[in-house]
């Protein structure tokens, strides 16, 4: 499972664009966006709840979603169970984010 390094730099083969934003080589990462529409917002928030308790329908269903997005407290950690990204989401959701480049 990809995740960050002690410099805070993602090391799973996306190009750092930016504040949690990465578009190539592979699928767009976008921490918070688990609706993969391009935006931060309370549209991601059933995406997120289904991401969290149904991942493999949540996957399904957002094929082109990078699951990286809802590691949202950057521990390396995201999908099924993974309950500590909660409340960074909710943090973030209601901060709101600026859309993918
Ligand atoms: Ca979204
Ligand atoms: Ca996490």
Redesign the pocket.
Same mark, same amino acid.
């Given at each position: 499972m990809p995740g960050l390094v002690g410099d805070g730099l993602r090391r799973d083969g996306w190009q750092l664009l930016g504040d949690g934003t990465a578009c190539t080589p592979g699928l767009c990462l976008h921490t918070g *966006?688990?609706?993969?529409?391009?935006?931060?917002?309370f549209? *991601?928030i059933n995406p997120f709840v289904m991401f969290l308790s149904a991942y493999d329908q949540w996957a399904s269903i957002f094929l082109d979603c990078n699951p990286a997005n809802g590691d949202i407290n950057f521990d390396g950690t995201y999908g099924q169970g993974s309950f500590g990204d909660i409340n960074p989401f909710v943090a973030l959701v209601t901060s709101g984010q600026g859309p993918c480049p």
């Amino acid at each position: 499972m990809p995740g960050l390094v002690g410099d805070g730099l993602r090391r799973d083969g996306w190009q750092l664009l930016g504040d949690g934003t990465a578009c190539t080589p592979g699928l767009c990462l976008h921490t918070g *966006d688990l609706n993969c529409d391009g935006t931060v917002n309370f549209g *991601d928030i059933n995406p997120f709840v289904m991401f969290l308790s149904a991942y493999d329908q949540w996957a399904s269903i957002f094929l082109d979603c990078n699951p990286a997005n809802g590691d949202i407290n950057f521990d390396g950690t995201y999908g099924q169970g993974s309950f500590g990204d909660i409340n960074p989401f909710v943090a973030l959701v209601t901060s709101g984010q600026g859309p993918c480049p």
